[in-house]
């Protein structure tokens, strides 16, 4: 039952981890990015390529997947999502609905269509007994280092410039820039560092959520579940939709194998249609 | 200038625009000449024209009323298992399956357009997939009734309307689900020119201003959605009818991610962007997927890509006219 918790809270930390970028770009910048998942399969499959194939510790193979899902989603950011900004809704979801399938064929064709574990070094393998309950070692190291970029990410948004200049730029644009702040740059850079931590929960979660080619559209009503229910007015509310959902999954999937995804999808649309600002948020004037 | 003339007026030009060009008459009479010409072809034009009348009912949302939706293939599935369970059950005459499958899936489209109206774009998108994946958990779900995973089969297929064969007869069931697609697109047609079409336009073009001339959008809206659902439900019916086995593809994401491609590429708003479009997808698919079956998913993504960065309304035809201009401009000076 604990354990069941437990499994629910490192799979929940991970989902937040993959979609906090995508709660900037979707809630905060306005932008309907359903390739949000891809950036996180790239990683995954940055890391694997890594560990596997050329024998990188799993440690030294994390920051460089969060580099790389970072640079390329900062090349597509300068070079094609910039165009989309000011589009229409449904443009936007075809662009980006677009690149997942072009991201997937790519990696279905470079590393083929099976499913990919990461190699983990033996001192992360198994589990031991807390008072009773099973931890595994992945699934605590998963907990340890999600935990502290969300606290370093609650640290840059509220105590830094740059934070205080990403909240001005999102509450109102044209105010930003009449002040000086380069806002261009700065959502660039909020969605460089967005896609970098996709990455980097894909890299850390490849055996809890299965890397495969189509990872992206598999995860991507998860992602989007995640950032509307939580609402998008502060770090907190994704994070805790994202850890009800981790642990209502697991426990679906263990107690009613059956229904588990019935029941996820129908909650997402009960609150959506009661609560459209997501379950969290505060009153908002947009 | 009386009021009566403006109706008047308005009530011509509406006539005039809903009246037909010559190159529509072509068309059909080309599609109609391709059940005796193309005899080779007849499985790929019966799924184009099953893909464009799906696409067909997105394009009275999307195209007319501004709804994006991404799971259409909910009501497209829903239509073809009720198709496929009433012939099983009660009678495995067609065009009865049709009306059955386009009222359930109507009456569906009815339910969950409540849903769907609340909230904006993004806040539809999502519940338009989730409804979709929920159809599809369901299906999946009660393979006592569905089949589940391994589709359902044994529907039998009935001369239609008791004198014309189309069960194994490739010829014939082109024939049929063309004439079905002819006359849903007439009545479609009908609806689009008809001062209800406008209204559509209009809370499209603008929702605020449309209720302050009196339009009711909120009805409007979801008469809309009942009708495009029972449109997708009939298509779903024909493909029920015409292959040997309803399965869980029916329903999934990729069919609706298919469909709206199909529609995008031929244009929404004008109604032979569906047709025109998933004659090109399909035909592009039997190329491309010839060449590379596995690698076609990419193709599909690029050409979506191109086609958001440079596309408007009318799919590639403005591709098309972008060029042409762009030549015009650079031959000028």
Known sequence: ?286 | MSSLDTAKDASNVMTRKRSWHWLEYAFWLAAAASVFLLPSQHALLTQIAIWSLFALSLDLLLGYAGIVSLGHAAYFGFGAYVAALFAINFTGEPVTGLLVAGVAAGLLGLVTSLLVLRGTDLTRLMVTLGIALVMYEIANQMSWLTGGADGLTGMPVNPVLGFFPIYFRQANSYAYVLVVLFVLFVVAKRIVHSPFGYSLRAIKGNPLRASSIGIPNNPRLIAVYTIAAAYAGIAGALLAQTTPVVSLTYIDFQRSADVLLMLIIGGTGYLYGGIIGSALFLVAQKFIGNITPQYWEFWIGFALVVIALFARDRGLFSIVERIAAWRKRGAKP
Request: glycine fraction near 12%.
């Open chain 1, 1 to 286: 039952m604990l354990t069941i918790l437990f499994d629910g809270i490192a799979y929940g930390m991970l989902l937040f981890v993959i979609s906090c970028g995508l709660a900037v770009t979707l809630g905060l910048m306005n932008f309907v990015n359903l390739a949000h998942g891809a950036f996180a399969m790239l990683g995954g499959y940055c890391a694997y390529v890594l560990v596997n194939l050329y024998g990188v510790p799993f440690f030294a193979s994390l920051p460089v997947a969060f580099m790389f899902a970072a640079m390329i989603g900062l090349l597509a950011e300068r070079t094609l999502y910039v165009h989309f900004y000011n589009r229409s809704h449904l443009e936007q979801v075809l662009f980006t609905i677009g690149l997942v399938f072009m991201t997937s064929a790519a990696v279905d064709y470079f590393l083929g269509s099976q499913q990919r574990f990461i190699n983990l070094p033996s001192y992360l393998q198994g589990r031991f007994d807390f008072f009773g309950i099973g931890i595994g070692k992945y699934r605590l190291l998963i907990i340890l280092v999600c935990a502290l970029i969300l606290i370093v990410l609650q640290l840059i948004l509220g105590y830094t410039r740059f934070g205080s200049r990403l909240r001005a730029a999102v509450d109102d644009q044209r105010v930003a820039r009449g002040l000086g702040i380069n806002v261009n740059w700065v959502f660039a850079l909020t969605f460089a560092v967005g896609c970098g931590l996709a990455g980097l929960g894909g890299a850390l979660g490849a055996e809890i959520l299965s890397l495969e080619p189509h990872f992206p559209l598999k995860f991507m009503i998860y992602f989007l579940i995640v950032v509307s229910v939580g609402g998008t007015s502060s770090i907190t509310g994704p994070f805790l939709a994202s850890i009800l959902l981790g642990i209502g999954d697991v426990a679906g999937k263990y107690y009613a194998p059956r229904y588990g995804g019935f029941v996820i999808y129908t909650i997402m649309i009960v609150v959506l249609v009661l609560r459209p600002q997501g379950l969290f948020a505060r009153g908002t004037s947009k």
